[in-house]
């Protein structure tokens, strides 16, 4: 039973900061793919930052320059830090893996449960 567990998410002030936490656990063989989605009310969900395994990255426009994602290989986790953030940025962010898995060795995409990220005075 692979996992994702987010954490990080708050209240914050326009123009402050912000730092998600995603960590993978179960029988993972290995990742292909992490990354943050996020979904504001009544909107579709969009792509927020990804990171590849070679370590290539990928931002949407609306956050290229501002947001930073990282990741830590040994401990199967992803990070997101957000920073000049905005009343925009409010919205449930979502970690996401494409993830290589044991016994059989295929992959799958897993979905986070979701953290609240709010910006407002």
């Known amino acids: 039973q692979v996992q994702l567990v987010e954490s990080g998410g708050g209240l914050v002030q326009p123009g402050g900061s912000l730092r998600l936490s995603c960590a993978a656990s179960g029988s993972i063989f290995s990742i292909v793919v992490m990354g943050w989605y996020r979904q504001a009310p009544g909107k579709q969900r969009e792509l927020v930052a990804v990171?590849?395994?070679?370590?290539?990255?990928r931002y949407s426009d609306s956050v290229k320059g501002r947001f930073t994602i990282s990741r830590d290989n040994a401990k199967n986790a992803v990070y997101l830090q957000m920073n000049s953030l905005g009343p925009e940025d409010t919205a449930v962010y979502y970690c996401n893996a494409d993830l290589i898995v044991e016994p059989d060795r295929r992959q799958y995409r897993y979905w986070g449960q979701g953290t609240q990220v709010t910006v407002s005075s």
């Open positions: 990171i590849i395994s070679g370590g290539s990255t």
